[in-house]
């Protein structure tokens, strides 16, 4: 069993940067691929960041690709998504995934139930 808790959402201006953190409970962390997603109001669940289990490879949504970094440090039981460069249309709840099975690649399109496990979500604000 893995509980996902994010943190370090905020308000920034445009241009700015955030730094948010998904804590992960529960052994075997290192056993999970970890991705991020964001929802905006009316909007559909997005696609954002994902990593593999040691962090060797990542793979980024265009709309972030050059911005934004995802990073894990798994003693620390913590995958990151450092957010520069931020814009208005990056204001959205974000949310962290953790599953055992699929690609990361694969994140982009999976649906919610794909996913083992989620957190409940940190709110991001972009705006002057």
């Known amino acids: 069993q893995v509980q996902l808790v994010e943190s370090g959402g905020g308000l920034v201006q445009p241009g700015g940067s955030l730094r948010l953190s998904c804590a992960a409970s529960?052994?075997?962390?290192?056993?999970?691929?970890m991705g991020w997603f964001r929802q905006a109001p009316g909007k559909e669940r997005e696609f954002v960041a994902a990593i593999s289990r040691t962090g060797g490879s990542t793979y980024y949504a265009d709309s972030v690709k050059g911005r934004f970094t995802i990073s894990r440090d798994n003693a620390k039981n913590t995958v990151y998504l450092q957010m520069n460069s931020l814009k208005p249309e990056d204001t959205a709840v974000y949310y962290c995934a953790a599953d055992s099975r699929i690609p990361i690649t694969n994140f982009a399109s999976a649906t919610r139930m794909e996913l083992d496990y989620w957190g409940q979500g940190t709110q991001v604000t972009v705006s002057s």
């Open positions: 529960g052994r075997t962390f290192s056993n999970y691929r």
